[in-house]
């Protein structure tokens, strides 16, 4: 934190962002334990869709161009880099930011996408906890229970192409459907799991935003906290 006090002194609100940031999560309950930091004080729901109304909008706005983009990427099996499985099913990723830093290729593949996420004032560019990625869930695949690493962030997850019948997620214990031209947005240091039982796959756009109840001051010193390495 030196190079953030260089800059703002040694103020009364680093010292109390300080206080509140831990990285030792013992104390918290099973169902909202991140992997990596947690800051104390925050706001404890899991589900903040009806909050972020305004992004919504942005994205559903270009909503046609961004399925069409990824429609042509699906073609694109080389842009696909992260293929996952195991027991419970399959899911593959196409990353346009991942962990903060930009995957040019898949950049250059969605131009038009890319340009629209680094557009929204409250992505967490450059960030290691900022991910921009199209998310296809395999038929008959269950992804299990787990927590992300932080609740410095909430996960959008816009709907591309969504099967009828049982697909959804669950945040906290609490589930909703996907749907196509809807975006669900959730604190993921909450457990959460999802689910597809149909016959089709499930793609979804997904983009990693700060945490609505952050003010300006606290995202500008946890952006050079938390700033990708070079």
């Known amino acids: 934190s030196s190079g953030i006090n260089a800059e703002y002194g040694e103020s009364l609100t680093v010292h109390k962002v300080e206080e ?22 925050m706001c404890n729901e899991p589900w903040h869709s009806q909050k972020q109304e ?6 559903l706005d270009s909503y046609s161009i961004i399925k069409g983009e990824v429609a042509a990427a699906l073609t694109n099996t080389g842009l696909w880099s992260v293929s996952d499985s195991n027991a419970t099913g399959k ?22 996408t ?4 680094e557009g929204l004032d409250t ?8 991910n921009a990625f199209v998310s296809i869930l395999n038929k008959h695949s269950h992804i299990p229970a787990h927590c992300g690493p932080t609740n410095l962030r909430v996960r959008c997850h816009l709907g ?14 609490v589930s909703e459907r996907w749907a196509n031209r809807e975006c669900l947005m959730f604190d993921d240091s909450f457990l959460h799991s999802a689910v597809n039982k149909t016959e089709s796959q499930r793609i979804v756009l997904i983009v990693d935003l700060w945490h609505p109840n952050l ?16």
């Open 54 to 59: 305004y992004l919504q909008n942005l994205l």
């Open 91 to 112: 899911w593959q990723k196409l990353f346009l930011y991942n962990q903060g830093k930009k995957v040019e290729k898949n950049c250059q593949a969605m131009p038009l």
């Open 123 to 130: 992505f967490m560019s450059g960030v290691i906890f900022g």
């Open 160 to 173: 591309l192409q969504v099967p009828e019948g049982d697909c959804s997620i669950t945040v906290s214990g």
């Open 215 to 230: 003010t300006l001051t606290e995202i500008k010193i946890f952006s050079e906290l938390f700033a990708v390495k070079q």
């Open 114 to 117: 890319t340009a629209l996420i």
């Open 20 to 41: 509140r940031l831990t990285f030792d999560m013992s104390a918290l309950g099973e169902s909202r334990r991140p992997t990596v930091c947690y800051l104390r004080q």
